[in-house]
């Protein structure tokens, strides 16, 4: 069977990022089982021949409705699928889906009938903020970081940006590479709606979430720029945690010294050091 990725090689390249980061996430211990989820949205690399290719699944509701999605296309990892298999055959363990005209439902078109992601709502609640709002964020990753998990279940650093601050004067790379710090979305039902909806909250204010006690969300350029901001930040979360292990609290980089990165990189400064 020819695969939608034949001849298209900005299409394969981007879907080929896919694996390489599932890869990644497999070999950190972040995507136990069938743990994460990763979407693109690939509506630029579709020409008139993928706009012609008839459904090959039921129609689906995605369960909200959501009209800057509309006609959209979008690479989506299978519900149940291994991180660890779609890191070797993408298109095995995550098919490509078409919104139809409702911007409430879809069809899969290619390469083989996939199921998306349980955490879909999320996921395409993010894309339509992101098509709406004129970002040129494509890409979409929920993932289980351990070190910043085991940090959600301790209710002080779920108040509003304890952990971005922390977490920033950890390493000076951290307020670098994840300037806009990490949101926090309260515990909710793995797969809720009500879970897209606070996430979307959340995440006009920054591009990595937390989800409480669960995982986190980011969204980026691309699919490696989205996993290198939740790498940054897991790896502030776990040098917090080394230290705590030693036996003492880590003092932190002081505001001072924060502030300095901010001025020197030109860092936007929403967040207070
Ligand atoms: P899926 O296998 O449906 O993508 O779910 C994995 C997950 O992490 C749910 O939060
Ligand atoms: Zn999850």
Same mark, same amino acid.
Request: aromatic share 0%; glycine share 4%; proline share 10%.
């Given at each position: 069977m020819k695969s939608i990725l034949e001849n298209r090689p900005a299409l394969e390249a981007t879907v080929m990022q896919v694996a390489e980061v599932a890869g990644y996430l497999w070999e950190k211990g972040w995507? +136990?089982?069938?743990g994460g989820n990763i979407t693109v949205n690939i509506s630029e690399h579709v020409d008139d021949e993928i706009k012609a290719m008839p459904a090959i699944s039921d129609v689906i509701q995605i369960g909200t409705t959501l009209p800057?999605?509309?006609?959209c296309y979008f690479y989506c990892k299978g519900t149940g699928k291994r991180m660890r298999d779609l890191a070797r055959w993408p298109m095995q363990n995550g098919s490509i889906i078409r919104i139809l005209p409702d911007c409430a439902s879809y069809v899969i078109i290619a390469d083989e009938v996939v199921m998306p992601t349980s955490e879909l709502p999320s996921h395409l609640s993010m894309h339509d903020y992101l098509i709406g709002s004129g970002s040129k964020y494509k890409a979409s990753l929920h993932t289980h970081p351990i070190e910043l998990v085991a940090m959600s279940?301790?209710?002080?650093?779920?108040?509003?940006d304890v952990m971005t601050k922390l977490l920033w004067s950890m390493i000076p790379e951290t307020l670098a590479f994840a300037p806009l710090g990490l949101g926090i979305v309260p515990y +909710?039902?793995?797969?809720?709606v009500k879970l897209a909806d606070a996430t979307l909250e959340q995440i006009k204010d920054y591009d990595v979430v937390m989800w409480e006690k669960h995982g986190i969300c980011a969204v980026g350029l691309d699919i490696m720029d989205a996993f290198d901001q939740a790498d940054v930040l897991n790896k502030a979360a776990t040098i917090y945690l080394r230290a705590k292990s030693m036996g003492f609290e880590p003092t932190g980089m002081t505001d001072e010294a924060m502030k300095e990165v901010q001025d020197v990189f030109h860092l936007p400064k929403k967040r207070p050091c």
């Open positions: 995507a +136990e089982r069938n800057n999605i509309k006609d279940h301790n209710p002080a650093m779920l108040k509003k +909710e039902l793995p797969g809720s």
